[in-house]
């Protein structure tokens, strides 16, 4: 899960954005915590969850969050991408086919 985390330096007001790759948004602030904790200056505001768009196992529509699960009938070949409208929010995105080859073996007997 990508989060996004907000915090200041004080005593000013300004606010930091940055994204972490955490399992959660309590690991986002337990870490967060841990890692900044010790320093006065900073002070943590919020830890959100932010779409995670590239890389996905199904494609993840842009603006509603929602997982494509039935990809595979784009017939999308590596580098390949198309235009598809959300089948949930109807809204319109371009998918792009990555494709990544893996082997794995095993003992003839
Ligand atoms: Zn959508």
Do not use: H
């Amino acid at each position: 899960m990508l989060v996004q985390i907000s915090y200041a330096i004080e005593p000013t007001r300004a606010v930091w954005n940055i994204n972490r790759i955490c399992d959660s948004l309590e690991d986002a602030k337990a870490n967060f915590e841990k890692e900044f904790g010790g320093q006065k200056m900073y002070r943590f505001i919020s830890a959100k969850q932010v779409l995670e768009l590239e890389d996905t196992i199904n494609p993840i529509c842009p603006y509603c969050g929602k997982e494509m699960r039935d990809a595979w009938e784009l017939y999308l070949n590596d580098g390949d991408e198309t235009e598809v409208d959300c089948p949930y929010c109807e809204e319109p995105y371009i998918v792009q086919c990555n494709v990544s080859v893996s082997y794995s073996t095993r003992n003839l007997k």
